[in-house]
């Protein structure tokens, strides 16, 4: 929970090209479920599994959030017992530094402005039925 940084690949500076030169951008994130593997027919626009675009340019995927700010963060924070093993009474310091790092700037207007812009690209038709295959397949293979 809070905003975190995620280091863009090669590929991730050229989409996301307002941060390019930085390497990086930073997000609000609170999840306790990553993405392990990459899937197939993805390009990972971060490492660690933090953003992927489909070969197809139709899904854009992020672990983190740019549509949170630290206020729509601040609502989660009811959580933190069941997701750090504390809370504001149990342990004050801890809290402090997580309330910090909700109230960190981030980038999430920046990367919004790169979806925007993204959602007018084309994609590839035969790429949109290839993505939509191996989805069907990656779901049929978690259900095992």
């Not at 027919?41 to 660690?48: E, K, N, R, S, T």
């Not at 992927?52 to 672990?63: D, G, M, R």
């Not at 690209?121 to 978690?142: F, M, N, Y």
Request: contains cysteine; aromatic residues 10%.
């Amino acid at each position: 929970m809070g905003v975190a940084s995620v280091e863009l690949t090669e590929q991730g500076r050229a989409f996301f090209y307002e941060a390019s030169l930085v390497g990086s951008f930073k997000l609000q994130q609170h999840h306790r479920r990553e993405v392990a593997v990459a899937p197939l027919g993805f390009v990972p626009l971060a490492h660690g599994n933090q953003c992927f675009l489909s070969e197809s340019n139709s899904i854009l995927t992020f672990q983190g959030h740019p549509e949170k700010d630290a206020e729509t963060a601040r609502l989660r924070l009811h959580d933190s017992m069941r997701w750090f093993g504390f809370d504001a009474l149990s342990d004050e310091k801890a809290w402090a530094q997580l309330e910090m790092s909700i109230k960190t700037p981030h980038d999430g207007e920046m990367v919004w402005r790169r979806i925007f812009e993204w959602v007018q690209e084309p994609c590839s038709e035969t790429g949109v039925a290839q993505q939509i295959a191996a989805l069907a397949l990656a779901e049929k293979v978690s259900k095992m």
